[in-house]
T-cell receptor, first 113, second 112 residues
Framework: AQTVTQSQPEMSVQEAETVTLSCTYD???????LFWYKQPPSRQMILVIR??????QNATENRFSVNFQKAAKSFSLKISDSQLGDAAMYFC??????????FGTGTSLTVIP | NAGVTQTPKFQVLKTGQSMTLQCAQD?????MSWYRQDPGMGLRLIHY???????DQGEVPNGYNVSRSTTEDFPLRLLSAAPSQTSVYFC???????????FGPGTRLTVT
């Protein structure tokens, strides 16, 4: 099975500042997808951003961007201009089949006003 | 579209009881999955299906059964509930070729 590791159980950031959440993964595949999901207290899983491994360009969605380092098997999420609504649990996930997804253990992000 | 729906939202069972968690999607997605979420463990794949009549095991299948008789529905059965199955359960679906999963709202199950 693939493994996805998030080594930061908790992170905090001042409102309007930038924070980076880390994720590493282990795979022998060359083609796969990586994801960041946000889970607010409502429990709903929300897709924040995704990266296709064959694309060298890092994905960006408004204030969210990733740093994808394929050789290092690293996939970090940068949140710029942090807002109170960004406070949530963030999960990194991997899939190379589209029908099996592997998730990390999550990082709980606190935004300090 | 209702998206992915799950029932019930909350359930309390006694050890040894059986129950079925319901999951339905109205997006005609071929792929459907069941996950459990435990504190500090993230989401772990229980079972998944690539189409009606086809199911397979994920990372943590023991104690759970699934079937997929229609494209829309993917129920998860607990035959004899155990306290270790206390968790939040999520159902998800996605289209073949699309890696974007749509999640249901989750079911919080407590087994006493």
């Amino acid at each position: 099975a693939q493994t996805v590791t998030q080594s930061q159980p908790e992170m905090s950031v001042q409102e309007a500042e930038t924070v980076t959440l880390s994720c590493t993964y282990d795979t022998s595949e060359s083609d796969y997808y990586l994801f960041w999901y946000k889970q607010p207290p409502s429990r709903q899983m929300i897709l924040v951003i995704r990266q296709e491994a064959y694309k060298q360009q890092n994905a960006t969605e408004n204030r969210f961007s990733v740093n994808f380092q394929k050789a290092a098997k690293s996939f970090s999420l940068k949140i710029s201009d942090s807002q109170l609504g960004d406070a949530a649990m963030y999960f990194c996930a991997y899939s190379n089949t589209g029908n099996q997804f592997y998730f990390g253990t999550g990082t709980s992000l606190t935004v300090i006003p | 579209n209702a998206g992915v729906t799950q029932t019930p939202k909350f359930q309390v069972l006694k050890t040894g009881q059986s129950m079925t968690l319901q999951c339905a999607q109205d997006m005609n997605h071929e792929y459907m999955s069941w996950y459990r979420q435990d504190p500090g463990m993230g989401l772990r794949l229980i079972h998944y299906s690539v189409g009606a009549g086809i199911t397979d095991q994920g990372e943590v299948p023991n104690g759970y059964n699934v079937s997929r008789s229609t494209t829309e529905d993917f129920p998860l059965r607990l035959l004899s509930a155990a306290p270790s199955q206390t968790s939040v359960y999520f159902c998800a679906s996605n289209r073949v070729g699309s890696y974007e999963q749509y999640f249901g709202p989750g079911t919080r199950l407590t087994v006493t």
